[in-house]
Each structure stands twice: as structure tokens, then as C-alpha cells.
Nanobody, 124 residues
């Protein structure tokens, strides 16, 4: 069982990046998939989540309207499209999966599988 995050990099403020989270060893169906991030000196925070069962999504206030989470069941992959990036988005981004129908359960009860992080750096 593995989650592989990729797509990080360095961009200037206002730029865009797309992160990918590919699952292997299990199907993402019937999981809530979240993206978390951790900036230097800060705690890890939940950024966004998608329920692969219902398709519902939620976002933390700081990224709503700029970030979009989506899934491709055929590729067993979840994406995070990040637009209008700001320096404060700089962090290591992690994808994670929980065997829940609802994203609220992921936030409340925790993660079953973590992927390795991918660095996103936004310069001003």
C-alpha cells in the first residue's frame, strides 16, 4: 500500500502547480483523500479533501477559490491544482487517505495512509 505524491517545485507568486497523488496496492474508491501541508516551524495542517464516494470536497479558508482537488478513478490518482500561489503556500505537501465516506471523518478520526511529501516553494 503506497501513496506517491509528485508535482512539487518552485514558482513565483501568482503561478500554478499541479500535484498528483497516485495510489498503489489499493483502490482510492471509498476513501477520503486529503492534502496536508507543513511549513517550516509550523504544524501540519489540512488543506483540502475529496470523498471518492460522494465527490464532495472541502477546503481550508486560505486556499478556497485558488486550489482545486479532483480525482481520476481510472488512474487511481487524486490531483491538487494550485493557482494564484502565494509565498505563504510554501510548504511540504502530503497526500493521505482514510477509509471514510466523508471528509469530516478524515479530519476527525485521522489518516490510514500517508504519502511522502513533495516540496512547494513560492517566491515573491
Amino acid at each position: 500500500v503506497q501513496l506517491q505524491a509528485s508535482g512539487g517545485g518552485s514558482v513565483q507568486a501568482g503561478g500554478s502547480l499541479r500535484l498528483s497523488c497516485e495510489a498503489s496496492g489499493f483502490t482510492l474508491d471509498y476513501y477520503a483523500i486529503g492534502w496536508f501541508r507543513q511549513a517550516p516551524g509550523k504544524e501540519r495542517e489540512g488543506v483540502t479533501c475529496i470523498s471518492t464516494t460522494t465527490g464532495n470536497t472541502n477546503y481550508t479558508d486560505s486556499v478556497r477559490g485558488r486550489f482545486t482537488i479532483s480525482k481520476d478513478s481510472a488512474k487511481n490518482t487524486v490531483y491538487l491544482q494550485m493557482n494564484s500561489l502565494k509565498p505563504e503556500d510554501t510548504a511540504v505537501y502530503y497526500c493521505a487517505a482514510g477509509s471514510y465516506y466523508f471528509c469530516s471523518d478524515l479530519w476527525h478520526y485521522g489518516v490510514d495512509y500517508w504519502g511522502k511529501g513533495t516540496q512547494v516553494t513560492v517566491s515573491s
